[in-house]
């Protein structure tokens, strides 16, 4: 598999993240930084046109420029720590599940670090009802103890994008609690925003 350095990862070339509470990160692994305008305001999966914005944001073009430069970024400590300690890291399993077309968009990436919104991978875990039950979970993105969660449908294909819906009931379009929870049409508004992106 070719890559274009060491520090390389396919990542924020595809996919964005947006935790329980809708703000936006890069990866679920880095749940410590999420994506921020120049003013230090974050990017929410809920606003106005805000994932193309946090596409487009000085944070990610930054990571993809020092990514190709071989520079780690900070916000991807964990994975490259993972590393340096012999493990595999989330990066690396990217890297290998979507190395076909790590070569195209790198040479996409123009030199400012701007990259076409080409997502392949969108991680929405909006509503989150948490029983502590999941292993690949952790304390920051526990909202609510009391009651377990009805495991309805928790993926689906959106367009070319698999959009991952946690805890979410069969026969819903949205997830039924959480701070980006707008009711249906706020699910709507979110899913449309994902729609406009694969344009």
């Known amino acids: 598999m070719h890559?274009?350095?060491d520090a390389f990862c396919v990542l924020p070339w595809l996919q964005l993240f947006a935790n329980e509470r809708g703000v936006i990160h890069p990866c679920c692994f880095s749940l410590a930084t999420p994506v921020?305008?120049?003013?230090g305001t974050t990017y929410r999966i809920d606003g106005p046109d805000e994932v193309a914005a946090a596409w487009r944001s000085e944070f990610m073009r930054g990571m993809r420029r020092q990514m190709l430069a071989g520079e780690r970024p900070k916000v991807c400590a964990l994975c490259?720590?993972?590393e340096d300690r012999g493990g595999t890291s989330h990066r690396q399993s990217?890297?290998?599940?979507f190395a076909d077309p790590?070569?195209?968009l790198a040479a996409a990436t123009s030199p400012r670090g701007d990259?076409?919104?080409?997502?392949?991978?969108v991680d929405l875990r909006l509503g989150n009802e948490c029983n502590l039950r999941c292993r690949m979970c952790s304390p920051p993105r526990v909202v609510d103890r009391r009651r377990a969660p009805k495991l309805g449908n928790p993926a689906r294909a959106v367009g070319r994008v698999h959009v991952r819906e946690h805890r979410v009931d069969a026969g819903e379009e949205r997830p039924r609690a959480g701070a980006a929870?707008?009711?249906a049409d706020g699910w709507r508004a979110i899913m449309a925003q994902v729609a406009?992106?694969?344009r």
């Open 94 to 97: 990217a890297n290998a599940d």
């Open 196 to 198: 406009s992106a694969l």
């Open 36 to 39: 921020a305008a120049a003013d």
């Open 181 to 183: 929870d707008g009711g």
């Open 115 to 121: 990259a076409p919104q080409r997502y392949r991978y």
């Open 102 to 104: 790590i070569p195209e």
């Open 3 to 5: 890559r274009p350095s």
């Open 80 to 82: 490259y720590a993972t």
